[in-house]
């Protein structure tokens, strides 16, 4: 079974930057695409970036400039760099990966959609 597990979140103050990572547990053949969501309180879940396996990148508009999506070294893994900092930037971030490809007791099965718990990230002073 193939679990995603979002880290890095925290406190930061206005302006500043922070870094999420998720990374995907499991036998990970390969992912098709990886992105970040974000859902602030009592709004709904909303896009922020995705990368596919090749490396093309999209963003949400308010994002561009901003933030930063990358592919680690694994392939199970994304990370998401964020920089000027905003307060409207508070909410908790998802991890998302579609097309997960994985080996589980010799067999290797594709996993359509997978996402994670979040991880919450609060932007104050």
């Known amino acids: 079974q193939v679990q995603l597990v979002e880290s890095g979140g925290g406190l930061v103050q206005p302006g500043g930057s922070l870094r999420l990572s998720c990374a995907a547990s499991?036998?990970?053949?390969?992912?098709?695409?990886m992105a970040w969501y974000r859902q602030a309180p009592g709004k709904e879940r909303e896009f922020v970036a995705t990368i596919t396996d090749s490396g093309t990148t999209n963003y949400a508009d308010s994002m561009k400039g901003r933030f930063t999506i990358s592919r680690g070294y694994a392939a199970n893994t994304v990370n998401l760099q964020m920089s000027s900092l905003k307060p409207d930037d508070t909410a908790v971030y998802y991890c998302n990966a579609v097309g997960v490809a994985y080996t589980q007791n010799s067999r290797s099965y594709l996993l359509s959609e997978a996402w994670g718990q979040g991880t919450q990230v609060t932007v104050s002073s």
């Open positions: 499991g036998i990970i053949l390969s992912i098709n695409t």
